[in-house]
C-alpha cells in the first residue's frame, strides 16, 4: 500500500515536472517574439534618427549666419540634432577616406561648408523629407541638400517587412503554444477524468470542479513563467558578451514588458488551458470516458 503510494506520488511529481518544462520552453520562444518586436520597433528608432542629410551652405555664409541657422534648425518639432561641418572639417574626413588631401591635386578646397541633420524617426521617411526640403531651400544660405532618398526608401521597406513576419510568427507560435499547453494540461486532468465525474453526480456545479483545476495550473504556469524568464536572462546575457553595441538598444523598461508579459501569457494560457480541458470532461457521459 505504501509502495503504491509512493509510487504514484513520483507518477504524480513527474507528470508535473514535465509540464512546467513544457510550458516554460513554449513561454521561453513566446519571450523571444515578443522581445524581437520590441527591440525592432527600438531598432527602426535608432536607425532613422541615426541616418542625416545634409545642407549645404553657399560659400558667402557667415558664422554667425550659420549659428543663426542651426538654433532655428533645432527649434523646428521634425529636427532632433544639427551639427555644423566647415570646409576644413569636411576636406580632413574626406581625406581620411581617401587618403590624400583634395588640395594637394587642386590646389584649392572643392568642397562646401554644411550642417548635417538628424530627424525624429517619425519623420525620417521621403514624405516628410520632402516636404521639409521644400521647407528649408527657402534659407537664402542654402546651396542644396543632399540625402539618400533610396536608402530611406530601403529602411522604411525592411523595417515594414521585419514588422510583419514578427506578427506572423507571434500569431503562429501564440496558437502553437495554446495547443501544447492545452495537450500538456489535458494529460494531466486525464487521470481526473472520473472524479470530475462523480464531484458531477453530487451535484457540485461546474465553477467548483474547475477551480482547484485553475489554480493548481495557475502555480504552473507561473514557476514555468519565472523558468522562461531565467531563460531569457541567461540568452540575453550571452548576447551581451557576443554582440557589440547590443546594450545600447536593449534597456531595463523593455525587459520589464518582456517580464510581464511572459508571466501573465503563462497563467492566461495555463487558465484558458485548463478551462477548455475541464469542460470536455464535464461535457462527457460516463460511458465516453472508458474510451477516450
Keep these: 500500500m505504501a509502495d503504491n503510494k509512493k509510487v504514484s506520488s513520483v507518477s504524480f511529481f513527474h507528470s508535473r515536472f514535465t509540464s512546467i518544462i513544457s510550458i516554460a520552453l513554449v513561454l521561453f520562444l513566446m519571450g523571444l517574439i515578443i522581445l524581437m518586436g520590441l527591440l525592432g520597433n ?16 553657399k560659400d558667402n555664409v557667415g558664422d554667425l549666419d550659420v549659428k543663426r541657422m542651426q538654433k532655428n534648425l533645432e527649434s523646428l518639432p521634425y529636427i532632433k540634432s544639427t551639427e555644423y ?12 577616406e581617401l587618403g590624400e588631401n583634395p588640395e594637394n591635386f587642386l590646389g584649392f578646397n572643392p568642397l562646401q561648408a554644411s550642417i548635417e541633420v538628424k530627424l525624429h524617426s517619425e519623420y525620417a521617411n521621403p514624405d516628410s523629407l520632402k516636404l521639409i526640403e521644400n521647407k528649408i531651400k527657402n534659407y537664402t544660405s542654402v546651396s542644396e541638400l543632399l540625402y539618400r532618398k533610396d536608402m530611406m526608401e530601403l529602411v522604411q521597406h525592411n523595417m515594414k517587412r521585419v514588422g510583419l513576419v514578427l506578427l506572423g510568427l507571434a500569431a503562429m507560435l501564440m496558437i502553437i503554444s495554446f495547443v501544447l499547453i492545452s495537450n500538456t494540461i489535458r494529460l494531466l486532468i486525464y487521470s481526473k477524468r472520473f472524479l470530475i465525474h462523480t464531484m458531477r453526480l453530487v451535484g457540485a456545479t461546474a ?56 508571466l501573465l501569457l503563462g497563467i492566461f494560457l495555463s487558465v484558458l488551458a485548463t478551462i477548455v480541458s475541464v469542460n470536455k470532461y464535464l461535457r462527457m457521459s460516463f460511458d465516453k470516458l472508458y474510451y477516450i
Excluded: H
Design 85 to 96: 561641418i566647415s570646409k576644413e572639417q569636411a576636406a580632413r574626413e574626406l581625406e581620411d
Design 42 to 57: 527600438k531598432l527602426s528608432v535608432y536607425v532613422k534618427e541615426n541616418m542625416s542629410f545634409s545642407v549645404v551652405l
Design 207 to 262: 465553477g467548483f470542479i474547475r477551480r482547484p483545476f485553475i489554480w493548481y495550473n495557475v502555480v504552473s504556469g507561473i514557476i514555468a513563467a519565472i523558468l522562461a524568464i531565467c531563460m531569457l536572462t541567461a540568452s540575453l546575457y550571452y548576447l551581451q558578451a557576443e554582440l557589440t553595441g547590443f546594450i545600447q538598444i536593449l534597456d531595463i523598461p523593455t525587459l520589464l514588458i518582456v517580464y510581464v508579459a511572459v
